[in-house]
């Protein structure tokens, strides 16, 4: 059974850090993407980062280009989110999920941070940014 869950939200002042971490299970990580996302109250999921272990690539939302830095501890199965100068527009629920690779090969690049193709989902940590 695929399982991932999210930790590391919190509240924040407006130029502070979190790193959020994402525990998965159920899958061997050299055959998935893992994707950060989020969702602000009203708003649509959005794509944040991802990363491809296949051949280690990753990719970032040019919102968070600069300040967001994904990456990965497969020794302990996590995927993590550090998260530095952080601002209000930055509160959301975060969410981690997963994806064979196999399908981005077939959709192409842009669909690495299209909620759509990803199937597994954790329950969401919740970031907020005050100002």
């Known amino acids: 059974e695929v399982q991932l869950v999210e930790s590391g939200g919190g509240l924040v002042q407006a130029g502070g850090s979190l790193r959020l971490s994402c525990g998965f299970s159920?899958?061997?990580?050299?055959?998935?993407?893992i994707g950060w996302f989020r969702q602000a109250p009203g708003k649509e999921r959005e794509g944040v980062s991802c990363?491809?272990?296949?051949?280690?690539?990753?990719y970032y939302a040019d919102s968070v280009k600069g300040r967001f830095t994904i990456s990965s501890d497969n020794a302990k199965n996590t995927v993590y989110l550090q998260m530095n100068s952080l601002e209000p527009e930055d509160t959301a629920v975060y969410y981690c999920?997963?994806?064979?690779?196999?399908?981005?090969?077939?959709?192409?690049?842009?669909?690495?941070?299209?909620?759509?193709?990803?199937?597994?989902w954790g329950q969401g940590t919740q970031v907020t940014v005050s100002s």
């Open positions: 999920a997963a994806h064979r690779i196999s399908t981005f090969r077939f959709l192409g690049r842009g669909y690495y941070l299209a909620p759509g193709p990803y199937d597994y």
């Open positions: 990363i491809d272990s296949s051949d280690g690539s990753t």
């Open positions: 159920g899958f061997s990580f050299d055959e998935y993407v």
